[in-house]
């Protein structure tokens, strides 16, 4: 902890106010210290921007019994990123990656929708469900394969996946027979636009499994031991760690995380385009897991950092056309991003950051 | 010649009587002769490929002309400019994911300068400039801030697809009569048959590449970093310089297969190439490059490529497969190699 401490006199300009104590760690210093503090303090910089572009940003109404309004909306649309990041950010926490989990989306709304598309009543609330648990147990399969590729067979994750990444989209191409599907019903298409309390089914379903996973992974030790995986694998196996089945079970979990997102991007036009469905949806889920604070080197993860990274991507991307700029310049601004959030996590960046900085303290915290 | 194979035996024990003894005769070395392990991935690729061909020779009427493989060449010229420079990454154990939006970029630079009314030599030299430089400062990324390859390219895939867009969102069209002169022209050949400026200019680009790989103190450096970072510093190699030059000859190569691929398709669009990294990552996986570096060959991802072009010709002759397809095959056959690979070097630690 004191370590941490001592570049606080310079970065805490900005927090609020709090005394900071000589001798114990003061509130302000927490602040500072706290790894949320970068990821909240850019989506905060970012609002902000949104509330100056046009002042009614933050209204949100109710209407017919349900929330309404631009944060609202914001919230909806980060669900697909929240779910995938979720999924991904326990694969990092391996010191993995899964590069296959766009194509897995894809291949959940081909078979979801390719079901609901066959059923005899297209309709019917039953078609739904049951053409949304095949596709989910398509997709833990495909975890599986993932899984039994790296844990097993031992090739880097990241050329194991990428054989799902460059096949799964042929695969979802087969599934629909290159149709781009469209289907009709009512209980599939509420997945992405219906309310549940107050509050849109997509949202509520990415922040209960956000939740399960957070319950599941700091209420019992599986977080530990996926950290210590992540840290070395070789050692916990020897201190009687399952390593070979965490890693599986992470990459399964990833598999049914994207599925779930497919299943609500899906939803959310009741079609699927297997070529477009989820395209990139890999890099943004990275993305945010990197802007969470989720170290890509494993060993240590943050699932409210995921969250914050999740919700500022896609306040990004609401932000962009906002203020005038086209919105397909939003991979402009990704880019700068990462490059931004990469170089405050690089330990070399930030001593020549400080050594830069340490002259003239004023400046800083836009960053 | 078969009587010295006989003398051989009796006259090694007695002495090494130079010229005769100590070396085997020529008929002796081609019988016993075995490709050096280092090359046997990229004769598996070529043999692939061979037979391949020799498959669809088979199947299909008219596989095995000529005037086959020479639009093969054509038509994935951009694609080997690509490769060559994704071998170089890779070879240090790093990635390129920016290519693809590299590709895209220098199509929309370069339709985009002359729509403009630039001159095309300046269009060209613009679009590799570009690229380059978009190459050279992830490479200070990764090497000065010691972001992880992966990262540092994803965020200049990001930049350049953004900038695509920023340039321009709809499709330019390319009538500059230099550029359509050079996506036209032809080399013929005997009998008939011809050839593209563009894969003559992509196998040249092989050529060189080859050459320094093999033959300069910079091809060394990045099989040395390839094979041991650490070791390569401690040696006293010029870790750096090489490593952000593999990624600043993948930018260059990736602008190039940019010009070339505007060439093929007469326009700059900037959802051009989208996923054609994947396809290079591949071909150069196919072509027995390993993926944690230190081994492989530029003429082995010529072959995976080339390989990845004798899919698309069986789709387009078979006419009842759907070029999804492609997507699954691809995936498989890369799924084959790696575990080749994984089964190589564990077999060797």
Redesign the interface.
């Known amino acids: 902890m004191p370590e941490t401490l001592t570049p606080v006199p310079e970065t805490a300009a900005s927090p609020p106010a709090g005394e900071s104590g000589p001798g114990r760690p003061s509130l302000a210093a927490r602040v500072a210290a706290h790894h949320l503090l970068w990821p909240v303090l850019a989506l905060a910089v970012l609002l902000a921007v949104n509330v100056a572009a046009s002042p009614s940003f933050l209204e949100v109404r109710m209407q017919d019994g349900h929330l309404f309004g631009s944060v609202i909306d914001i919230l909806r649309n980060s669900a697909p990123v929240m779910l995938v990041a979720t999924g991904m950010t326990l694969v990092i926490a391996t010191r993995g ?1 899964d590069l296959s989990v766009g194509a897995i989306a894809a291949i959940a709304g081909a078979i979801a929708c390719t079901q609901i598309a066959g059923a005899a009543d297209q309709g019917a609330a039953g078609a739904a469900i049951i053409a949304c648990t095949t596709a989910l147990a398509v997709c833990v399969l495909l975890g599986l394969w993932n899984g039994f590729l790296v844990a097993v ?4 994750p ?3 996946t ?10 979802a ?2 599934v629909t027979d ?1 149709q781009i599907t469209t289907v009709n019903n009512d209980t599939f298409s509420a997945l992405a636009s219906g309310f549940v309390l107050t509050l849109p089914i997509a949202l509520v379903i990415a922040l209960g499994v956000v939740g399960l996973t957070a319950l599941l992974t700091r209420r019992t030790a599986l977080g530990m031991l996926i950290e210590a995986v992540g840290i070395n694998p070789e050692a916990s196996r020897l201190a009687g760690v399952r390593s070979r089945t965490i890693i599986w079970t992470v990459y399964v979990f990833a598999g049914l995380c994207a599925g779930i997102a497919g299943l609500v991007i899906a939803a959310n036009t009741s079609s699927v385009n ?1 070529n477009s469905l989820g ?1 990139w949806i890999e ?1 943004d889920a ?2 945010a897991v ?1 802007i969470g604070g989720t170290s ?1 080197a494993g060993g240590r993860f943050s699932l409210a950092g995921t969250l914050v990274g999740a919700i500022f991507i896609a306040t990004l991307a609401r932000t962009i056309p906002t203020i005038g700029i ?1 919105s ?9 991003v ?2 931004l959030v ?2 405050l996590q ?4 930030r001593a020549s950051l400080r050594s830069a900085l340490t002259p003239r303290s004023a400046k800083g915290a836009t960053a | 010649m078969s009587t010295t194979t006989v003398t051989r035996p009796s006259v090694a024990p007695s002495g090494p009587t130079p010229g005769r003894g100590g070396e085997p005769s020529t008929w002796e070395r081609v019988r016993t002769w075995a490709p050096s392990s280092r090359y046997l991935p990229v004769l598996t690729t070529a043999a692939l490929f061979l037979g391949m061909f020799g498959v669809g020779g088979l199947r299909y009427e008219g596989f095995t002309d000529p005037q086959v493989f020479l639009s093969l060449l054509l038509d994935n010229s951009f694609l080997i400019v690509l490769a060559v420079g994704m071998t170089f990454v890779i070879l240090t154990g790093g990635i390129d994911l920016s290519v693809g939006s590299n590709v895209a970029l220098s199509t929309v630079i370069a339709a985009k300068t002359l729509e403009m009314g630039w001159s095309p030599y300046l269009s060209v030299v613009a679009v590799l400039l570009c690229g380059t430089l978009l190459g050279t400062l992830m490479g200070l990324l990764i090497h000065y801030f010691d972001i992880q390859p992966f990262i540092a390219t994803l965020a200049g895939m990001f930049l350049a697809r953004g900038l695509c867009y920023l340039i321009s969102v709809d499709s330019i069209p390319i009538t500059n009569p230099t550029f359509q002169e050079w996506a036209y022209k032809t080399v013929d050949l005997p009998g008939g048959y011809y050839v593209g400026y563009t894969s003559l200019v992509a196998l040249g680009t092989v050529a060189i590449a080859a050459l320094v790989l093999a033959r300069t103190r910079f091809g060394r450096t990045v099989y040395a970093i390839g094979g041991n970072e650490s070791s390569a510093m401690l040696m006293g190699l010029r870790v750096a310089a090489t490593k952000v030059g593999v990624y600043a000859i993948s930018g260059f190569c990736a602008s190039f297969a940019g010009l070339l691929f505007a060439l093929y398709t007469l326009s700059g669009y900037s959802l051009n190439a989208v996923g054609m990294e994947l396809d290079a990552i591949a071909a150069v996986v196919i072509g027995g490059t390993l993926l944690t570096g230190g081994r492989g060959y530029v003429v082995g991802s010529l072959f995976g490529v080339l390989v990845l072009g004798v899919i698309q010709t069986f789709i387009s002759f078979d006419g009842t497969l759907s070029s999804w397809w492609t997507r699954i095959s691809i995936g498989l056959l890369v799924l084959v190699f790696v575990v080749v690979q994984r089964l190589m070097t564990r077999r060797q630690s």
């Open positions: 990656i067979v031992g090739i880097q990241i050329i194991a990428l054989v799902l990444m460059v096949a799964g989209r042929g695969l191409m087969l290159g297997a395209l890099l990275i993305l990197v890509l086209p397909e310049a939003n991979y402009l601004f990704k880019a700068v990462v490059i990469c170089l690089s330990p070399r960046a």
